[in-house]
């Protein structure tokens, strides 16, 4: 069954936080003949996207045309900020959250699954620099500050910026096999482990 794997995007949001899952993604599709990801970024509105240091990235998808994601990654980055006030991306968030098989988030990306409600009771990690700011707003989830990332099954967290790509090729095994997300890492020259992200 080909998966449609979607990238949440927003203005300030770190680019290797959303390019290194989109490249774990979209190098294991192109290496298994395009049938297992459909890869598509969506924005809350169809416009350009100012990401981090100025790079302009124009997503495929407003919320309003997106396909229902059954992956949907949701990135950080400074503009993490905004979405934590914003009721349409955290709404939008839930909605997904109803029907997809996977919810993932990098570096702080966790702080806008928090906000959402989807990290209770759940085990969860973000950037080093914000384990107290996760925790505020997660009061009732485990903040873990030594993992690379966390599996609790539909929900996934990594740590900052890289981590997104170890816990990417993580859910590439766990979908299609070790084989599958060793091949990927290999053509992506990536030193990857798949130790579950037990260490930084």
Not at 82 to 88: E, F
Not at 155 to 184: C, E, N, Q, Y
Request: proline share 4%.
């Amino acid at each position: 069954m080909k998966r449609t794997l979607a990238l949440l995007l927003f203005d300030e949001v770190e680019v290797l936080d959303f390019a290194g899952p989109f490249e774990v993604f979209a190098v294991t599709d192109e290496l298994s003949g395009h049938r297992l990801f459909r890869v598509v970024t969506v924005a809350q509105e169809k416009r350009a996207i100012r990401a981090r240091n100025g790079l302009s990235v124009n997503p495929d998808h407003a919320f309003a045309d997106c396909p229902r994601p059954d992956i949907l990654i949701v990135p950080g980055g400074f503009g993490t900020r905004a979405l934590l006030k914003s009721q349409p991306v955290l709404d939008w968030v839930k909605s997904v959250n109803a029907t997809a098989g996977i919810v993932a988030s990098v570096c702080t990306g966790s702080l806008v699954l928090a906000a959402a409600g989807l990290l209770n009771n759940l085990r969860a990690t973000t950037h080093c620099e914000n384990f107290a700011e996760l925790a505020a707003l997660a009061p009732n989830t485990e903040v873990d500050q030594t993992c690379r990332f966390t599996d609790n099954g539909r929900v996934l967290t990594s740590a900052g910026i890289s981590a997104g790509i170890d816990m990417s090729l993580h859910i590439v095994a766990r979908l299609h096999g070790a084989a599958s997300a060793d091949k990927t890492a290999r053509y992506m020259e990536y030193h990857w482990r798949n130790d579950g992200g037990a260490t930084r």
